[in-house]
């Protein structure tokens, strides 16, 4: 009869007890990841939530965070902060041509929620961040997002958002490009309350103290009348019909900004003023609509100011003057363009600084 010798069945004894410990480890290390990112967001000051599941891709350096809750609770206060359907997050093997051991996050089904109570500020969001992924991020993308503000104090509640959002940052960490003084490119896209049509573009450089930056973004054909909740609340108007844009160049070097605003509202007509049961509220909306009335582009059928932005990225400025003349530029003069002026770039900055 064949006998195994005693040194090769040790051998293979131990070859056994090593795969089932590998296995029982590869079944395990889900459950103590899911743990380890419920514990780091348990860590956010004045927030709790966390996540259902996770899946592990060992082959490609990659994990799966799978229904993402985050919610805001202070003073009472319990809703909804951020959220997601997937994140993603993996190494990003292109940059490891370029010698760089970063990582990149796909974010699916975003949603993020602000208020005035309710910013994100002191959170201890990068501490998270940092947490859950072991190198730098190089890239970020969002598929499918949605971002909001609410107004809990008010009545109705105020909620503007952007919904359908796709947006991708790349080279965060510098990986390519090295030599361009706005080494990451940042691009968002979506659709506004009021189906107005978002994008935004930009460059920036985060490795400043105070991130330098060149961006443009502009809202078009947004109904204006999907405003009329902040309308009310903070003006004391509401509007019939309309179209609003909004247009914008920003630039920023060693933290002092220089561009514009741009806002341009097409056929807008005013509710009238017989359903306001306010006696001072109908007067200041008869007043409201008689100024855009008559200092409207005629031909255009269009009313629109213009808001130069000066001074420090703490403290930016908007010169009301140029704004209230450019109110007469566009009716008397020539109707503004509904996209962006062209006017402003990184260099404008850097010699404001100057």
């Known amino acids: 009869m064949f006998k195994t010798h005693p040194k090769r069945k040790i051998a293979v004894i131990v070859v056994i007890v090593i795969a089932a410990v590998l296995v029982a480890g590869r079944l395990y290390l889900p459950f103590w990841v899911k743990d380890y990112v419920n514990t780091q967001i348990a860590l956010l000051d004045g927030y709790r939530g966390g996540i259902q599941d996770i899946d592990l891709n060992l082959w490609r350096g990659a994990y799966k965070i799978h229904t993402l809750e985050i919610r805001k609770q202070e003073n009472g206060l319990d809703v909804p902060f951020a959220a997601a359907r997937t994140v993603d997050l993996s190494v ?11 990582a990149e996050i796909d974010i699916y089904g975003a949603d993020l929620n602000f208020s005035k109570t309710q910013t994100g500020e002191g959170g201890g969001w990068l501490e998270l961040v ?3 992924s072991p190198f730098n991020i190089n890239r970020l993308a969002v598929h499918g997002g949605r971002v909001a503000y609410i107004d809990y104090t008010a009545e109705p509640n105020i909620n503007l958002f952007v919904k359908d959002i796709d947006a991708t940052v790349t080279n965060l960490r510098n990986v390519t490009d090295k030599e361009n003084p706005l080494p990451s490119h940042i691009t968002i896209s979506g659709t506004s309350i009021g189906d107005g049509v978002l994008s935004f573009d930009g460059r920036l450089n985060i490795f400043r103290e105070i991130p330098d930056f060149d ?10 009348e999907a405003f009329n909740d902040y309308g009310r609340a903070y003006a004391a108007i509401d509007f019939e019909g309309g179209k609003i844009g909004i247009f ?3 630039a920023a070097a060693d933290g002092d900004v220089t561009g514009y605003i741009k806002l341009v509202a097409t056929d807008v007509t005013m509710v009238s003023t017989e359903q306001e049961e306010n006696p001072l ?10 100024f855009v009335e008559l200092f409207e582009n005629q ?5 629109a100011l213009r808001v130069p932005i000066e ?11 140029p704004a209230f003349i450019s109110i007469f530029s566009n009716a008397f003069e020539k109707a503004f363009t509904k996209n962006e002026d062209g006017t402003i770039n990184f260099q404008d900055a850097i010699e404001k600084e100057e």
Do not use: C, H, I, M
């Not at 990003?92 to 970063?102: C, S, T």
């Open 92 to 102: 990003e093997w292109k940059a490891l041509l370029e010698g760089a051991v970063v």
């Open 311 to 321: 001074g420090n990225l703490d403290n930016p400025e908007g010169d009301l003057w």
């Open 248 to 250: 914008s160049e920003l």
């Open 130 to 132: 940092d947490a859950l």
């Open 281 to 290: 509220n109908a007067l200041w909306e008869t007043l409201v609509s008689g």
């Open 215 to 224: 961006t443009t973004s502009q809202l078009k054909e947004a109904n204006l």
């Open 299 to 303: 031909p255009k059928d269009q009313f």
